[in-house]
Each structure stands twice: as structure tokens, then as C-alpha cells.
């Protein structure tokens, strides 16, 4: 019953005829990437081929009916392959497909379960530095991964530093043609985008790939093709069940496949809700993952998540409604039965270009800037978490970084309290009485917060944000900051993703009171000028003289303002 109002889209009255092809040609461009992306992933994981187009099929489908954002596509992803592969290296002598389809089943009944006792808060007490240090370390780990593709040569095992030197040994045998292929592919795609974003770049070089290697037979010069690691079959994905004696074996491992995939879908879905404006519900968004993972034990897939370059690639071609996802997934099982044996003859040097360029669009080097000019903590929790990428098993990192966050938390803990504030007759500030109380002025909206702006509030400051921003009467939404403390980088990029929300549909977000850290932090990591210094004021002498000149500034925004409004004659 809890997922049912999630089936709008299937009332005909409401679902609109305007939305579909939206949504059709946002499902087929998602698809087309899909297909080189997903063989992509599975390679990363140390699977077959095929197990990346089959976590394309069902969980793909099964996720967009039941999260609650309408853009997420369920998929497979870079960071969650990178640790199934770690653990499937880990457990030699146990078949890599039965360790996947495990994984999938425990993760996904792990993710369920937490979001039936609405556990969604969970996800606010591991910092944004701890993902970002996981992501980049993961993203340089993923690049080395496939200079043995790249070379065609032999791989090695173990942490960074080990697979390198292994590397580093067998360049004299490296083979020129698949060099030329995977570096020419890489420098394509990259090209391919700079003509314009919307371009295919990923099919269309696998495509170009694929015909020059049968054209000129460049199997035979040493080009190592997928079918060379397991020829993908034609037909839809086969019935699997997983094996619950490797339940104690891959318990560790499942539980940071859950938390990670979790992490990593509720960033996409917030990213997202930043440009639509959707509300989301992260207890629902926990169960429909846990259940499009589900889906993926059944359908000999492996551990899926909310795809990052999927979900923005779906929402900037333009969907409409979850129809887009659930679309994507069908049109993946077509594939799969009228042209799969096709991607057979693909090289394997063209997808590790491909997989080059995925590893090097993971590493944000803005953020990874504003985090090193942010707070110690930030600092310290992003370069424990990357060196502990390169220098254990990515579950043992896992695990790191959400001990750091629970660390900070700890050390932290404290939630917020928010007093709206209005004026009494004699102009003089004072709390209203609760939060829908009417004010002397509906077009601004002044509230104080009182408590430690960091990471572990994160949610629930953004849904204080999100209802804000939901009210059409305020035009300005004021926040008094005086009586708050260690604002970090987590909270000033949710206040610099409000201010971009209110301005785009030209309204602004003020902030008064900031005391000496916070706007330093603000400037230090570029956000001040994000949401416009002219809209942050110190905290100042006496107790509400920031106040009044915030509430100036916001009625010389208003050009509508009442004449008789209390805030332009205080």
C-alpha cells in the first residue's frame, strides 16, 4: 500500500498524452548509452558481458516504479561494479556469477528493509567529503583497472600500488592496435561532446569500433574483442537464484554494497530535485532500490544503484514522468533479444576507452577544491577516505569512511530548531506562534535557526528548504543564522542549491546574522558569490541590527511591496 501513490502515471486522466513522446525518446537515448555503458560496468566487476545489459532489464524497470523521483534510473554503476569486483577477486574459487546474484539478493533485502522502517535519514549522517574521497579514489582505481585492457596484456591483483607494478611489467608486450583503438576511442568521445552534450558519443565510437575491427579483421593483429571474455547470448535474461550458504561469506561485502548504493541514489535523486523541484521521500527511494535490486537476483544481474551519467543524461533528453525508466528497461530486453550476439564482436579496448572516460569524469576537481579550502574535518574525512581506497579492500574503505562520518557525528550531534519570526505593532520582532502563522508581510519569510549546520542535518534542513521554496507567496526567504554553529560544506551547498531554486523563478534566499566561519567557509569555497554577497549580512551589535538591514534589502527586492508593509518603514 505504501508504493501505490506512486502509480500516478498509470491513471490515464492524469498522465498526459504531451508526456509521452518525452518520454519515449528519453527511454531510447538512455538505452543507447545503456548498451556500451552497461558491458562497460560488468567488465569492471569481473563478470560476463551480458550480466551488465542484464541489470539493465528488469532492475531498470522495478526501480522507476517504485522511487519516488521520476528521473533516477536504476543501474548499473561505476563505484558499486568496482566493489563487486574487489569482492569477487577476493573470493577466488566461487563463481563470479552466483557471488553476483547473492550480492544482489542480500543488498537488495538489506535496502528493503530499511526502507520499510523508514530509515531514510540514514543517509544524512555520511558526509559529502566521505562520499566525494570514495568516488575519487574509486574513479583513479577504475582507470588503472583497464590499462591492462588498454595494453592487452596480463592484469594483476591486490591494492593500487600492486596492480601497477604488475603492470608496469608487461609493457613490453604491449599490443599498438588495441593502444591506438581505446586511446583514439577515449579522445573521441571527449571530442564527440565538446560538439554538443546531446550527442550519443559512447554508442556511436563502440559502433565505429566495431566496424573497423571487422573491416580489417583487427581480431587477428591481437585486438581482443568481448566475445573473448564470454559471448553475450541472444534472449532475455535467465531465470537465477542466489545461494544462501555464501550468505556469512559476502555479509560484509553486501552491507557496503547497500550503503553505498543508497548514498550514491539519494545524491543523484537530490541533485536532480534541485532542478525539478520534487519533493522526495528517501524511505521510499530505499525500498524501490532494494526492490529493483531484488529484481536483479532473479534476472542474473548484479547489485544496481541510481545511475549518475543514466539519471542526467534521462532528465536532460527531456522525461517527463518515471514512464521514461520504466520504458529504458523494455526497450534494454529488445535489445537483448533482437540484436545482443551483435555486441559480441565489440573491442574490448573501445569500452576501456569508454571506461577512461567514465573514471575521469568521476573526479570533480571543483569539489574536490572546495573541500580542501573547507573545514579540518571536511579535509581529513575526504583524504582518509581516498588513501583508504588505494590501500584496502573498497568494503574495508567503505566501512572507514562511514566510521569517520559517524566519528563527526558524534563529536557534532545536535538538531536543528527553527522559530519563525514576525513583527508586532511596534515593529519589534518576535516568534510566531508556529510555523503557518500569517505574517505582516506573506511575501517575506523570516526564519531563525538555531543549531550545528552540518553534514548529519542535511535532510532535514533541505526539507525545511524544500517547503519553503514550495510556498508561492514568499519571495524572500530570510534565514537568521546568529545562533548557529560550524557551518561545513555539506550545508553550504544545500543553502547555494535553495538560492539557485528561489532564483529561477525569481525569488531570493538571504542570509543574516552569518557568523565570522561561516561566511569565510562560504567565500573559501566559492558559494558566497554563488548566492550573491549582496544577500549575506555578518552577524552584528545590537542582537537585530543585521536583521533590519536584511529586511531592507529584501523590500528593495520587492518592487510589489505593500506601501503599508511594517518591514520598509521600520
Known amino acids: 500500500m505504501v508504493f501505490l501513490h506512486w502509480f500516478a502515471f498509470l491513471d490515464l486522466k492524469q498522465y498526459k498524452r504531451a508526456y509521452l513522446l518525452r518520454d519515449v525518446v528519453a527511454a531510447s537515448v538512455v538505452t543507447f548509452l545503456g548498451v556500451p555503458q552497461g558491458i562497460a560496468y560488468a567488465v569492471i566487476a569481473q563478470l560476463p558481458p551480458a550480466m551488465g545489459l542484464y541489470a539493465s532489464t528488469f532492475p531498470t524497470l522495478v526501480g522507476s516504479l517504485f522511487r519516488s523521483s521520476h528521473h533516477v534510473v536504476t543501474g548499473p554503476t561505476n563505484a558499486v561494479s568496482l566493489l563487486v569486483g574487489g569482492g569477487i577477486l577476493a573470493l577466488q574459487g566461487i563463481d563470479p556469477v552466483t557471488i553476483a546474484v547473492t550480492l544482489a539478493f542480500l543488498t537488495g533485502l538489506f535496502q528493503l528493509t530499511a526502507g520499510l522502517f523508514r530509515l531514510g535519514a540514514i543517509v544524512d549522517y555520511i558526509s559529502r567529503p566521505v562520499v566525494l574521497g570514495y568516488i575519487t579514489g574509486a574513479a583513479l582505481l577504475i582507470g588503472m583497472g583497464q590499462l591492462p585492457v588498454i595494453t592487452a596484456t596480463q592484469g594483476g591483483h591486490g591494492t593500487l600500488f600492486e596492480k601497477l607494478g604488475m603492470w608496469i611489467t608487461q609493457i613490453p608486450q604491449t599490443n599498438l592496435v588495441s593502444v591506438i583503438m581505446a586511446v583514439s576511442s577515449a579522445l573521441l568521445i571527449f571530442g564527440l561532446r565538446r560538439i554538443h552534450t546531446a550527442i550519443p558519443g559512447p554508442l556511436i565510437v563502440t559502433v565505429l569500433a566495431t566496424v573497423l575491427s571487422l573491416r580489417w579483421d583487427l581480431h587477428a593483429y591481437g585486438l581482443k574483442l568481448v566475445m573473448d571474455l564470454r559471448p553475450i547470448p541472444s534472449g532475455l535474461p535467465p531465470f537465477s537464484l542466489p545461494d544462501l550458504r555464501l550468505v556469512v561469506q559476502l555479509l560484509p561485502l553486501a552491507i557496503a554494497c547497500t550503503v553505498l548504493s543508497l548514498v550514491e541514489s539519494s545524491a543523484v535523486g537530490r541533485a536532480l530535485a534541485t532542478h525539478t523541484g520534487q519533493r522526495l521521500e528517501m524511505s521510499t527511494d530505499f525500498a524501490g532500490q532494494g526492490l529493483a535490486n531484488l529484481a536483479a ?36 530486453l529488445l535489445i537483448l533479444v533482437a540484436l545482443g550476439p551483435l555486441a559480441n564482436y565489440m573491442p574490448l579496448a573501445a569500452i576501456a576507452g569508454l571506461i577512461i572516460v567514465i573514471a575521469i569524469d568521476l573526479i570533480d576537481l571543483q569539489k574536490i577544491r572546495s573541500v580542501m579550502q573547507s573545514g579540518l574535518s571536511d579535509r581529513s574525512a575526504f ?106 560544506f555539506t550545508i553550504a551547498t544545500v543553502l547555494q542549491d535553495a538560492a539557485k531554486r528561489l532564483r529561477q523563478t525569481n525569488r531570493w534566499l538571504v542570509l543574516a546574522g552569518l557568523r565570522k566561519d561561516a561566511q569565510q567557509i562560504l567565500e573559501r569555497v566559492g558559494f558566497a558569490q554563488e548566492i550573491g554577497p549582496e544577500h549575506l549580512f555578518a552577524n552584528q551589535s545590537p542582537w537585530f541590527a543585521d536583521e533590519d538591514e536584511a529586511l531592507q534589502h529584501a523590500c528593495a527586492l520587492l518592487e510589489s511591496c505593500c506601501s503599508q508593509c511594517p518591514f520598509r518603514h521600520r
Not at 544481474?301 to 534521462?314: D, E, F, K, Q
Open 383 to 488: 583524504l582518509v577516505t581516498l588513501f583508504g581506497t588505494w590501500l584496502m579492500p573498497l568494503d574495508k574503505a567503505i566501512y572507514l569512511g562511514v566510521g569517520i562520518s559517524v566519528v563527526l557525528f558524534l563529536r557534532k550531534a545536535r538538531f536543528l530548531v527553527v522559530t519563525a519570526l514576525t513583527l508586532d505593532v511596534d515593529h519589534r520582532f518576535l516568534e510566531m506562534e508556529s510555523l503557518e502563522q500569517r505574517s505582516f508581510c506573506p511575501s517575506i519569510r523570516i526564519l531563525e535557526i538555531e543549531g550545528r549546520l552540518f553534514f548529519g542535518v542535511e535532510g532535514e534542513l533541505q526539507h525545511l528548504l524544500d517547503e519553503e521554496i514550495n510556498r508561492p507567496q514568499t519571495q524572500v526567504l530570510l534565514l537568521r543564522l546568529k545562533r548557529t554553529q560550524g557551518l561545513d
Open 297 to 332: 537476483s532473479v534476472a542474473t544481474g548484479y547489485p544496481v544503484s541510481g545511475s549518475p551519467a543514466r539519471s542526467g543524461l534521462n532528465y536532460r533528453s527531456g522525461a517527463q514522468t518515471r514512464l521514461s525508466g520504466i520504458l529504458s528497461g523494455l526497450f534494454m
